[in-house]
């Protein structure tokens, strides 16, 4: 499974962007899909997943209630949209897929994904 990952950019706090995550078959019932960022000089941490089904979510606190996880299944196309920009959201992000074998509990804990896309950058200043 090939993930790409798009939509990100420069922009200013407050602003909202909405990033894209594509995968080159259809994936998206298969395995749950989640967002993973790495900001310069820091760790990769984990952002938001989707499972799936499509019916459960879960976010990062530093993330929750500015970032929405959604998924559109014709496109094979999981989404991240992401308001209220901090200069602290700042970083490259990834998607990734975890197969079934992988527990809720692994997946919201960042564990289990083993289908990574290439990042895009965003930046936001302040």
């Known amino acids: 499974v090939q993930l790409q990952a798009s939509g990100g950019g420069a922009v200013q706090a407050g602003a909202s962007l909405r990033l894209s995550c594509a995968a080159s078959?259809?994936?998206?019932?298969?395995?749950?899909t989640g967002w993973f960022r790495q900001a310069p000089g820091k760790e990769r941490e984990f952002v938001a997943v989707?499972?799936?089904?499509?019916?459960?979510?879960y976010y990062a606190d530093s993330v929750k209630g500015r970032f929405t996880i959604s998924r559109d299944l014709s496109a094979n196309t999981v989404y991240l949209q992401m308001s209220s920009l901090k200069s602290e959201d700042t970083a490259i992000y990834y998607c990734?897929?975890?197969?079934?074998?992988?527990?809720?509990?692994?997946?919201?804990?960042?564990?289990?994904?083993?289908?990574w896309g290439q990042g895009t950058l965003v930046t936001v200043s302040s």
């Open positions: 990734a897929k975890a197969p079934k074998t992988a527990t809720w509990a692994t997946v919201i804990q960042g564990f289990g994904y083993i289908y």
């Open positions: 078959k259809r994936t998206s019932t298969q395995y749950a």
């Open positions: 989707i499972s799936r089904s499509g019916g459960s979510t």
